[in-house]
């Protein structure tokens, strides 16, 4: 799998339905499902920093990150009022549909983040695994933070992570 049938584009108006219907499917079952408005207030406070993960020109997944300080992350039952100012780039919630899983993508689109992420000056990145992901996000360089209490709606078995830059 070569690194050029992906990439990352700004996430348009047009992308939300797509992008809310994925992430229902994703976590209704874990009950960590943000919702509409939840997710469309995350990314109007740093669209330049959310994107559609396409595979082959289609729509393979979404990724809504916005600036947060070190060691906080969203409440996810509530909207993100205003933007933080921040080195650290927080991955808030990252997913490939469902036909293009286990099929090794993650490390590309990862990469493609990293970079990214760096372009536009941060230095380190951040995000709450959630759904025992946590031994992908180990395997792509993310240190656990098990010091970091999480809001109660991220559920017993979440973990925040982060890798710098
Ligand atoms: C998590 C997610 C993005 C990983 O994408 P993916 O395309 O399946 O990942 P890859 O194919 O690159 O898998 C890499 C490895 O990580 C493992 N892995 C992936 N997701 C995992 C999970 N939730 N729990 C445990 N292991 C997982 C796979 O088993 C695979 O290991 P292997 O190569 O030894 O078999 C995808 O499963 C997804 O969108 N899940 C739903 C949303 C979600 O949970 N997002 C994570 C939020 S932190």
């Known amino acids: 799998m070569a690194d ?3 990439r990352l584009r700004p996430l348009a108006e047009d992308d939300w339905d797509a992008v809310v219907a994925l992430e229902e499917r994703a976590y209704a079952a874990s009950g960590l499902s ?3 408005e939840v997710l469309r207030s995350r990314g109007s406070v740093s669209p330049s920093t959310c994107f559609v993960l396409e595979h082959e020109g289609e729509f393979g997944g979404y990724l ?3 600036p947060y300080p070190r060691g906080e992350c ?3 039952t509530l909207t993100e009022a205003s933007r933080f100012e921040s080195e650290n780039l927080h991955a808030h919630d990252f997913v490939i549909t469902e ?3 286990a099929r090794g993508l993650s490390p590309h689109f990862v990469r493609q983040i990293e970079q990214e992420a760096r ?3 941060f230095d380190r990145i951040s995000m ?3 759904q025992r992901s946590h ?3 180990r395997r792509l360089g993310f240190d656990t933070h098990a010091e970091v209490t999480l809001p109660e709606s991220y559920g017993t078995d979440a973990v925040y992570m982060s890798k710098a830059l």
Request: proline share 4%; no cysteine; hydrophobic share 50%.
């Open 119 to 121: 372009s536009q000056g």
């Open 34 to 36: 943000e919702g509409r």
């Open 4 to 6: 050029d049938s992906i």
């Open 64 to 66: 809504l990150a916005l």
């Open 135 to 137: 031994v992908l996000w």
């Open 99 to 101: 036909e293009l899983r």
């Open 128 to 130: 709450v695994a959630v």
């Open 74 to 76: 969203p409440e996810l």
